[in-house]
């Protein structure tokens, strides 16, 4: 198997404070790589090691299978903290600038502004773009060098629903022209629809890290039952369901198997009404939620 992106133990400490510990990050090519945290979780820090703007305090970071070098750089392609963009000057004229400073041909510059669906709009002033329009430019700069890798941190962040479904397509396509992308986000719902492969990552360690399907399979099934009786209802039924738990105003039941006949039967018998009762999978969000409150989950 061949990782595009491996992290050894990397670890970094700004003066007290631990940003990244011990994180064995795993990018396999090919592959749309999420990497998921809360906000302070560590994301922009692990990014920052990948492209060379900041040094392990511990640990190691490897690029296309050898230890990093600068000369890989030629490969990556990132937006981190937001485009650079001179506002006065068109989208063409703003990769022109990074084409020279890259080396790169100018013809490129066209090509960029296709993949990102700027192209009618290379002549407009950059001060004149949305901030999605301004996102794609970004990242249009990015891919001037043709790179293998890209990375994206927290690429959707400010855009309307709109720009959001114009960014999960945009990086689909990057993933179907051979790219392997790694994207941030601290908003789950943003980048779940896009990813193959996720890196979820809490107080600077990595708490999951797997394909996504994998994630949803390990989640698990509750009875959620409501009433208007409910100190009754769990009186009842404690005794033959002893991990039944309130939760605001319901009751739940973790891991139930076929229980939902034998449940109402009891609460008829006497007398207590159900107003509801549901047979629930966790949802992705359930999931991350727990890595990120537990820390504990592999
Ligand atoms: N230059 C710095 N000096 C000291 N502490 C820092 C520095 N940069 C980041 N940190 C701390 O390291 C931790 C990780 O920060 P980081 O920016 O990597 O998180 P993040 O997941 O990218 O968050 P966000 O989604 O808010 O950008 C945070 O607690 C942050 O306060």
Not at 52 to 75: D, S, Y
Not at 114 to 142: C, H, P, T, W, Y
Not at 234 to 249: I, N
Request: aromatic share 6%; charged share 20%.
């Amino acid at each position: 198997m061949s990782f595009i992106v491996q992290t050894v133990h990397l670890t970094k400490k700004y003066r007290n404070q631990i940003a990244l510990q011990n994180v064995n990050l795993l990018i396999e090519q090919g592959t749309i790589y999420g990497l998921l945290g809360p906000n302070g979780a560590g994301k922009s820090t692990l990014i920052k090691h990948l492209v060379g703007l900041l040094r392990p305090t511990e640990g190691q970071v490897l690029l296309f299978g050898e230890p990093w070098r600068r000369e890989h750089l030629w490969h990556i392609g990132a937006l981190i903290e937001g485009p650079a963009l001179y506002g006065h000057l068109t989208a063409w004229e703003n990769l022109a600038v990074h084409a020279t400073l890259l080396g790169v041909p100018k013809n490129r510059i066209d090509e960029a502004l296709e993949q990102v669906d700027l192209r009618n709009v290379g002549s407009k002033k950059a001060a004149q773009f949305s901030l999605g329009m301004k996102q794609r430019l970004g990242i249009a700069s990015a891919l001037l060098s043709r790179p293998k890798l890209l990375i994206l941190d927290e690429p959707t962040n400010g855009l309307d629903p709109a720009g959001i479904r114009e960014m999960r397509g945009l990086i689909h396509r990057f993933c179907q022209q051979g790219m392997t992308v790694l994207v941030s986000s601290h908003i789950l719902a943003e980048i779940e629809q896009v990813v193959t492969h996720l890196g979820i990552i809490s107080k600077g360690q990595l708490r999951y890290q797997g394909r996504l399907r994998d994630l949803l399979a390990q989640g698990q099934q509750r009875v959620e039952l409501e009433t208007p009786q409910l100190q009754q209802a769990y009186r009842l039924l404690q005794p033959s369901f002893p991990a039944l738990r309130v939760e605001g105003q319901k009751l739940v039941l973790p891991n139930p198997g076929a229980v939902t006949a034998q449940i109402i039967s009891l609460l008829t018998q006497h007398g207590i009404a159900v107003t509801k009762i549901d047979t629930v999978q966790d949802d992705l969000e359930t999931l991350f939620l727990r890595l990120v409150e537990s820390g504990n989950y592999r």
